[in-house]
């Protein structure tokens, strides 16, 4: 049913995951968690393909950065593609460098999910550093709540994506993360939210081909709320054994500011999880 706009999305049962994370949500002390959430921005200094406006990601992050502001998220999450493909690596970092000069500037906590164009050109090392981070998947909490970055640049043979030596429909985790994420659900009690890029909740070209093997160990941690993706450039949402998968609009879609989308996530101490969705996004809100 729709609440304030939003879309509210109630389970007709209450799974275990359920029951966990409402115990972890008593702490009196914990306050709720806000993210900023944008995805395939796909930012290049080129001229327009089909429905993709890559110089004008700029503007449109800049228009998301004074809702951010306002908002003031204790983190920011891009969900993949920040960059798109350019001819060389020098061409693809100088993308690189100034679309994320622009990010870097909005909040202090920022978490990047690898796409498969952040990685066309430029190999995950040189995408990482160009962004500051050491690691393509990890793990972190904030305020009683686990946070999961996944990475599912890798070909079915296990190599990782880099220097155009993939096909962007061969996505996987691979079986060194998956033995990782297997260890890290297993070692944590907390509600947990994953972000990925290629999507978890299908089969086609969008999705990530062991998508099955992933979901399996959210569902046996009984821990995993919400799986929040990007890739397939338009909003939707499915409930897969008791998980939300929340695939966001892609920012590059579209020329001007009407076709901006980027969203502000909010997790309550109770539970609920809202998504404020801005322009194409989509709103949402669930309560766990």
């Known amino acids: 049913m729709l609440r304030d706009g939003s879309l509210l999305l109630a389970a007709t049962a209450m799974p275990p995951s359920l029951l ?3 115990k972890a949500f008593a702490d009196d002390s914990a306050r709720a968690v806000r993210v900023g959430l944008v995805t395939d921005l796909h930012y290049a200094d080129k001229s327009p393909a089909g429905t993709r406006h890559y110089r004008e990601s700029i503007d449109k992050l800049e228009t998301a950065r004074q809702q951010f502001t306002n908002d003031q ?7 993949g593609d920040l960059i798109d493909a350019a001819d060389s690596v020098e061409v693809e970092q100088q993308y690189l460098k100034t679309i994320n000069t622009k990010f870097a500037a909005i909040c202090d906590e920022r ?5 498969n164009h952040c990685v066309d ?30 990475d599912s640049c890798f070909r079915s043979d296990g190599e990782p994506y880099g220097r155009r030596n993939f096909h962007w429909t061969d996505a996987n985790v691979s079986a060194e993360e998956l033995e990782w994420l297997r260890g890290d659900l297993q070692s944590n009690s907390k509600p947990t939210v994953v972000f990925a890029h290629h999507r978890l909740d299908v089969s086609n070209h969008h999705g990530v081909k062991n998508n099955a093997e992933v979901r399996k160990a959210f569902e046996e941690s009984g821990d995993v709320l919400a799986v929040f993706q990007g ?4 909003n939707d949402l499915k409930e897969i ?3 939300h998968y929340c695939t966001l609009a892609a920012m590059v879609e579209g020329s001007g500011p009407e076709s901006n989308g980027y969203s502000v996530m909010d997790i ?3 539970g609920t999880i809202k998504i404020k ?3 194409r996004q989509a709103s949402y809100q669930w309560n766990t």
Request: aromatic share 14%; glycine share 10%; hydrophobic share 35%.
């Open 231 to 234: 890739h397939s450039h338009q």
């Open 277 to 279: 969705g801005f322009v």
């Open 73 to 79: 998220p204790d983190f920011l999450v891009e969900l």
């Open 241 to 243: 054994g008791g998980i």
């Open 111 to 115: 978490h990047y999910v690898l796409g």
């Open 268 to 270: 309550q101490p109770d």
């Open 121 to 150: 050109t430029l190999t995950k090392q040189e995408f990482l550093a160009g962004v500051e981070k050491e690691h393509s998947y990890y793990s972190f909490d904030r305020e009683g709540i686990h946070f999961i970055i996944l």
């Open 20 to 22: 966990i994370s409402q």
